[in-house]
């Protein structure tokens, strides 16, 4: 349960990041698009801040140049964050139980749910007005699968995160890339 604990990126994590900013380049390369031209935000957590800084290089774009963006954290697990979820399921056996039975609108001691994530992105996507590049997170993705590509409530949270990949959207629809 990691959340919004700032873990650091490891060798798997920048390996990762390097194959998604390749991906980017091929992308942005078929749309004949700028890529120093976009909006880049990131999440302020260290992984993610990691992610697009060698993402970026690989388009042969410097560090500098991204938009800081709070609203783009993870949702957090509360008191929950940082164990195991058999951790979780020992010392919390009643709220593990809740959570499987609603994962979207269910709230950690502490924390916040999936339902909590989304209101918290609704002000931010609305703000976009022009085609971004955003790091973030599986859960902030899930929320945004839901808000932007209209995936139920009730597959959103269970929805595959692939590390390494781009998840792109436009209108009513997202794929990975």
């Not at 042969?60 to 783009?72: I, Q, Y």
């Not at 139920?152 to 390494?164: K, Y």
Request: include cysteine.
């Amino acid at each position: 349960m990691q959340g919004q604990k700032d873990i650091v990126l490891n060798a798997l994590g920048r390996r990762q990041a390097t194959r998604a900013g390749q991906k980017l380049r091929k992308i942005f390369q078929a749309g004949r698009i700028d890529a120093a031209a976009l909006l880049w935000q990131v999440s302020p957590l260290s992984r993610t801040r990691d992610t697009m800084t060698l993402a970026r290089a690989q388009l042969g774009l410097p560090a500098e140049g991204v938009r800081l963006e709070d609203r783009l954290k993870e949702f957090t697990f509360g008191r929950w964050e940082g164990k195991t979820w058999p951790e979780v399921m020992a010392e919390d056996p009643e709220g593990a139980a809740a959570r499987n039975r609603d994962k979207w609108n269910f709230c950690p001691p502490g924390g916040e749910s999936y339902a909590h994530l989304a209101e918290r992105l609704r002000p931010w996507l609305a703000e976009q007005q022009a085609p971004t590049v955003v790091v973030s997170h599986g859960g902030v993705a899930r929320a945004l699968m839901h808000l932007i590509g209209g995936l139920p409530i009730e597959r959103a949270p269970t929805a595959d995160i692939w590390q390494g990949r781009v998840l792109v959207f436009s209108t009513a629809r997202f794929d990975w890339v």
